[in-house]
């Protein structure tokens, strides 16, 4: 079992910043990757971006692209979603995931494990 456990979300203007936080627990070192999801009322949950936790190869969505990183603190088992110039449209709902095996990062199905989510609300 692995435990994940968001936090950093807010409120924020447009063009401001905010970093989440993912602290990972339980059974970590099996862990292939680590990815960041986002909901909005009414939509379907879609990728933001992930890392592949042995290389901390990253790959982004193309709307975050640019003003998006994540990074992982394997000493801690935490990922972190840094986020600049915020629009409205990136308010949402935040998850973190975490994989186990076979594992294509933009594909929620391939996640096993999921955080409770926080939420991101920038406004215009």
């Known amino acids: 079992q692995v435990q994940l456990v968001e936090s950093g979300g807010g409120l924020v203007q447009a063009g401001g910043s905010l970093r989440l936080s993912c602290a990972a627990s339980g059974r970590t070192f099996s862990i292939t990757g680590m990815g960041w999801f986002r909901q909005a009322p009414g939509k379907e949950r879609d990728f933001v971006g992930a890392?592949?936790?042995?290389?901390?190869?990253?790959y982004a969505a193309d709307s975050v692209k640019g003003r998006f990183t994540i990074s992982r603190e394997k000493a801690k088992n935490t990922v972190y979603l840094q986020m600049n110039s915020l629009k409205p449209e990136d308010t949402a709902v935040y998850y973190c995931a975490a994989s186990y095996g076979t594992w294509r990062y933009s594909t929620p199905g391939d996640y096993g494990y999921w955080g409770q989510g926080t939420q991101v609300t920038v406004s215009s």
């Open positions: 890392i592949r936790w042995s290389s901390g190869t990253t």
